[in-house]
């Protein structure tokens, strides 16, 4: 017998979280927020069930601010797997005025994604949520387990969490506890490339170097993507040729200057980078501990 690839002890790994959550959990369903960790978590439950379908659905909390084409990428990838696809909208906050230009970043995430979590999984009564966090991202996800348990709250507390010993994980819980469940922890930037090249896995074309409509703001190329996106004195807006290394809320998200037009140009630009993927995201800068507090509130 041939020894296991890196990538096939990670996917292995990977596809035994989800049918362990499959298996214990009362009400599971898996967080999809359209980028390519989400494309690899989502590729991995078609592949832990096949010939049949993971026997949840798929939950997207849309803060109505995503980028257009994650939104056509999103609908269409659910009508080609055939698969459930839960859409939930924060609509106390829509009604609030709540939005990334107006609240800032922080109370933003605060009310559109942690509010609007929070408000699926009760609605749904959900008691386990898969999440495509990867540890090598950001150093509070770095602390998280693979079985993140959750107060009736949604809290996280950090010095309070399971030991996994030898991939054993402890899935008992308390009436209204509940799970964030990360299958791939244990994977890297690189490894989650890697893998979308050799399964040949569909992701957002924003990953891809293309020309685009950008605004140079806070120290940040921020791709205008659509008028809601006002212009402030001296700003003007560039075509110039980006992609994205992460994908979030398009006002709070900077995109990198790139020629990486495909998959190999990707990865190749990626081993030779010595810059964080979080670097692009605004959220991260909100403060020294923001994500960790994010998640301790109940951020997934």
């Not at 980028?35 to 690899?40: I, P, Q, Y």
């Not at 990334?100 to 408000?119: C, I, N, W, Y």
């Not at 386990?128 to 348990?149: N, W």
């Not at 490339?193 to 120290?219: H, Q």
């Amino acid at each position: 017998m041939k020894p296991m690839t890196h990538l096939q002890r990670l996917e292995a790994e990977s596809i035994f979280i989800i049918r362990e959550v499959a298996a214990t959990a009362e009400n599971p369903v898996m967080l999809y927020s359209i980028g390519k960790d989400s494309a690899v978590m989502l590729h991995l439950a078609m592949k832990a069930f096949a010939p049949g379908k993971p026997p949840f659905p798929l939950l997207h909390v849309d803060t109505t601010w995503k980028f257009r084409e994650m939104i056509e990428f999103r609908d269409r990838r659910a009508k080609e797997l055939g698969l459930d696809l839960i859409v939930h909208i924060n609509e106390d906050g829509v009604r609030a005025g709540v939005n990334p230009f107006a609240s800032g970043s922080r109370l933003h995430t605060d009310v559109m994604k942690t509010e609007g979590l929070k408000q699926a999984l009760e609605k749904y009564r959900f008691d386990a949520a898969f999440g495509g966090a990867r540890r090598d991202e950001e150093k509070s996800r770095a602390k998280e387990r693979v079985f993140s348990l959750r107060s009736a709250e949604h809290r996280w507390e950090p010095k309070n969490q399971r030991p996994e010993p030898w991939r054993l994980f402890n899935t008992r819980k308390r009436q209204g506890e509940s799970f964030r469940v990360f299958p791939l922890s244990n994977w890297t930037e690189s490894d989650v490339w890697d893998y979308v090249a050799l399964e040949n896995i569909p992701v957002v074309p924003l990953y891809f170097a293309r020309k685009r409509p950008v605004v140079k703001r806070d120290g940040m190329l921020i791709m205008r993507d659509d008028e809601r996106m006002e212009l402030r004195p001296g700003e003007s807006v560039e075509e110039m040729e980006v992609r994205f290394r992460t994908l979030g809320c398009y006002p709070l998200t900077g995109a990198v200057r790139s020629q990486a037009r495909d998959l190999p140009g990707i990865i190749s630009e990626m081993r030779s980078s010595r810059s964080s993927e979080r670097e692009g995201r605004l959220i991260d800068r909100d403060g020294g501990a923001s994500m960790e507090e994010k998640k301790q509130e109940g951020y997934f």
